[in-house]
């Protein structure tokens, strides 16, 4: 299903991050994660992994089905807290600070967005979709909230297209633009952490190019994990990536040159050249 999306394009060649441009200035950690280990009910669904991802980067994580991409994520806003059947040990600093000791967990989760890999439509309109996660922050005043919802839509490329009808539901909208609506959601709360979850596997190819330029626009102005089984989705837009299998980190490198041969592990090249997968 997802696979025409990788149809080789001439962008990955030219778009890819390369050499200098490759690392961002400033190898600030923004996140880092020690020694974490993952289990649902005593089964371990990743285990071990360190890692740091620096500020205004986009790493990439690839892996297959079940390599434990969705449970890493989960972890760093502290969503295992709703599953009580989900045991993790390991630290995790998100500013230097660990993310357990943070009391106050909705202030985490505001500096942290989420974008889900299939649209979590609220049964809202498309305004009030953006614009609620700023009301619970304690905004009220309309032209803020104005201000807020129109730039988010446009950060998320969705503005053009809906700013006639910001007052229908946005579950009428089409599945690409739904998409859009929760990452213009993600952003209303201007976080400085970005996490996207195979944002693309409900999304037409030219959605999906779309917002890929806005991802790049984005890194300049805050630090982006994503998560794709599209290893061309990796290669156009991470600066290192992270490869996951069944619950390892097998290796992460800079991007281009885990995708240009230059790896540790023969599994990594397998994969990134779709040996398997
Ligand atoms: N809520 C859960 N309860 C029990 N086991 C789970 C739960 N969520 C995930 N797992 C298990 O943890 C392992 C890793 O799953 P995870 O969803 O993290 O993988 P993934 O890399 O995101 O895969 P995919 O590419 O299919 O999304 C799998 O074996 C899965 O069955
Ligand atoms: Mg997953």
């Known amino acids: 299903m997802v696979e025409t999306l990788e149809q080789p394009d001439a962008a990955a060649e030219t778009d890819s991050v390369t050499g200098d441009e490759a690392m961002p200035e400033s190898r600030a950690v923004k996140l880092g994660v020690r020694d974490l280990s993952i289990s649902y009910g005593g089964v371990a669904a990743l285990r071990d992994v360190s890692l740091d991802v620096y500020e205004n980067e986009i790493f990439g994580v690839i892996g297959p089905a079940n390599a434990g991409k969705t ?60 614009a609620l996660s700023p009301r619970l922050r304690g905004i009220k005043d309309k032209q803020e909230l104005d201000i807020i919802v129109e730039r988010s839509l446009t950060r998320a490329a969705l503005w053009d297209e809906v700013k006639d009808r910001l007052d229908s539901l946005g579950s009428l909208l089409s599945g690409g633009q739904q998409q859009r609506l929760t990452i213009a959601r993600a952003l209303s709360q201007d976080p400085e952490l970005l996490i996207l979850d195979e944002f693309s596997i409900a999304v037409d190819p030219v959605t999906t190019m779309r917002i890929e330029d806005v991802l790049k626009e984005l890194k300049s102005e805050m630090t982006i994990i994503l998560v794709t089984n599209l290893v061309q989705q990796a290669r156009r837009l991470a600066n290192r990536t992270a490869f996951f299998l069944e619950g390892e980190c097998v290796e992460i490198g800079v991007t281009e040159e885990l995708f240009s041969g230059s790896v540790k592990d023969q599994r990594t090249r397998d994969y990134v050249e779709g040996k398997f997968g």
């Open 71 to 130: 449970s890493f994520l989960k972890t760093l806003n502290l969503m295992d807290s709703f599953n009580s059947n989900m045991q993790v040990e390991g630290d995790i600093e998100f500013n230097g600070r660990n993310i357990r000791a943070i009391k106050n967990v909705y202030g985490l989760r505001s500096r942290i967005g989420v974008v889900f890999p299939l649209p979590v439509g609220l049964p809202l309109t498309i305004y009030e979709n953006v």
